[in-house]
């Protein structure tokens, strides 16, 4: 904190019931390993999770399978936001006051800071900041991710972020009923979402995306799924580093290198 204060500012607060559920299986899956890792529970931390606790209490059942003494922690600013998680705290789960300072008793530090829907309400500007201060709150190895979704879940994107800067974005999408791949545009990151224009990169993949989606149309009669595995594949052909396969595809979910998608002022000369 800041002068006895949280850093950040109250955000609007609009959560769901398995609004998360895409991250929270990505983080389960994908971190596994580094759940089971530490001798100690690893701590993990729901950073801004809004009006109601129930995305923290969520987290928490699914990475119990991974790990079944995982501390969550859900963050807010708001205390009135605390005050209804603490009255619904159970062991593996607590509520505490702050924000991007990311408070822990005795100065623990988290695995993994997830913050959803959170800085998509901030300027552009506030973005770089945010994730240096969060990101060296982090323990060894740990990983913050920074991301958007729509109302109910059905399209998610994120970016992760170590103390090395931000490493890749995942887009997220439930498969059935999905018109084209592009229309998760809306849902870019803060740090993304101004660049989806022609002539940076992460328009250009966008764009590819849904040239790979059109083009592999006829898969559609064996499933959405093969469509996108299909479409995926080709991305990969194409030269996108993506970083999962198949395993992660088939789940309507696609990894790229932060490298490949980063807006044109954040690459080198």
Not at 58 to 69: G, I, Q, Y
Not at 126 to 148: F, K, Y
Not at 177 to 196: D, M, Q, Y
Not at 200 to 208: C, I, N, S, T
Request: aromatic content about 6%; glycine content about 10%; overall charge positive.
């Amino acid at each position: 904190m800041t002068g006895g204060k949280p850093v950040g500012v109250i955000t609007r607060g609009t959560t769901n019931p398995n609004r998360l559920r895409r991250n929270d299986r990505w983080i389960a899956a994908t971190l596994a390993s580094g759940l089971r890792a530490p001798i100690s529970p690893p701590i993990v931390v729901d950073l801004g999770y809004g009006a109601s606790p129930v995305t923290v209490l969520e987290l928490h059942d699914r990475l119990t399978r991974v790990r079944p003494d995982v501390r969550v922690v859900g963050i807010e600013i708001d205390p009135d936001r605390v005050a209804a998680g603490r009255a619904i705290e159970r062991p593996g789960v607590s509520f505490a006051l702050g924000g991007f300072e990311v408070p822990l008793p005795n100065d623990q530090q988290p695995l993994v800071v997830r913050a959803f829907n959170v800085l998509r309400q901030y300027a552009e500007g506030e973005v770089p900041a945010a994730w240096s201060r969060v990101a060296a709150r982090l323990a060894p190895g740990g990983v913050l991710i920074d991301g958007t979704c729509d109302e109910i879940g059905r399209l998610a994107a994120w970016v992760t972020v170590t103390a090395g800067g931000p490493q890749s974005l995942t887009l997220s999408w439930k498969l059935g009923g999905l018109i084209r791949p592009g229309v998760i545009a809306e849902r870019l990151p803060k740090a993304l979402i101004h660049h989806n224009v022609p002539g940076e990169p992460v328009h250009r993949f966008l764009a590819d995306l849904d040239a790979a989606w059109a083009r592999h149309a006829g898969h559609t009669a064996y499933g959405a799924r093969q469509r996108f595995r299909a479409t995926a594949a080709a991305l990969q052909d194409a030269g996108w580093p993506l970083l999962a396969g198949p395993a992660r595809w088939r789940l309507g979910e696609l990894t790229v290198d932060w490298s490949a998608v980063a807006p044109l002022a954040h690459h080198g000369p």
